[in-house]
């Protein structure tokens, strides 16, 4: 499953837990947020595909994704990003 294929399924997972992705071109990192009282994960168009993905993943991370269907390539993709993430913000040992 390709990067664009599994940050889709990753937009309908936040959709099925009521959470609103928005894709908008600007100066800013993205990430789950709240806006006007709804629940929102916003997503830079300037990004890569794979940096959505990570931040897709880091938004997604304290969610109830237990409680839905993830199709098993999407859910390796989440616990991929968040390996990675965990490792980057680990201390490195000089």
């Not at 806006?35 to 304290?62: F, H, K, S, W, Y």
């Amino acid at each position: 499953m390709d990067t664009t294929t599994i940050i889709d399924e990753l937009e309908g997972v936040a959709a099925r837990l009521g959470i609103e992705v928005r894709a908008e071109a600007g100066n800013f990192r993205g990430g789950r947020c709240v806006v006007a009282g709804e629940e929102v994960i916003m997503l830079n168009t300037n990004d890569l595909p794979e940096t959505q993905l990570v931040v897709l993943a880091e938004a997604l991370r304290d969610a109830p994704l237990d409680t839905i269907y993830l199709k098993p390539a999407v859910r390796r993709a989440l616990e991929e990003a968040w390996a990675e993430q965990m490792s980057a913000e680990a201390p490195h040992d000089h």
